[in-house]
């Protein structure tokens, strides 16, 4: 599957944004869905991650309650809801993707497919 995110820019602490990550090339539903980042100098850490139908949800504790993933399968299409951001949220954002399981899969080896990135900046 070919993923492809977007959404990415600099805004101030405290503003939101929202991410997308568009797929092609094999059956979206197949899939949970999940995304990382990168800050500089940093290793990827996982952010969240949604099941294949999108009912089952988890959350870094760093982003819970401010950040919402969600997917529209008829789309294609992950989104990442950003909210309240804080200047540490800075960092290179991707979207991932690992064959339907039966648990939530928050470490990067088990993701099979990455998209390119996106930059996200929050300024202070």
């Known amino acids: 599957v070919q993923l492809q995110a977007s959404g990415g820019g600099l805004v101030q602490t405290g503003g939101s944004l929202r991410l997308s990550c568009a797929a092609s090339?094999?059956?979206?539903?197949?899939?949970?869905m999940g995304w990382f980042r990168q800050a500089p100098g940093k290793e990827r850490e996982f952010v969240a991650t949604?099941?294949?139908?999108?009912?089952?949800?988890y959350y870094a504790d760093s982003v819970k309650g401010r950040f919402t993933i969600s997917r529209d399968n008829a789309e294609n299409r992950v989104y990442l809801q950003m909210n309240s951001l804080k200047p540490e949220d800075t960092a290179v954002y991707y979207c991932?993707?690992?064959?339907?399981?039966?648990?939530?899969?928050?470490?990067?080896?088990?993701?099979?497919?990455w998209g390119q990135g996106t930059l996200v900046t929050v300024s202070s």
């Open positions: 991932a993707a690992s064959p339907a399981g039966s648990y939530y899969y928050t470490r990067s080896v088990q993701y099979h497919y």
């Open positions: 949604i099941n294949w139908s999108g009912g089952s949800t």
């Open positions: 090339g094999r059956t979206f539903s197949d899939y949970d």
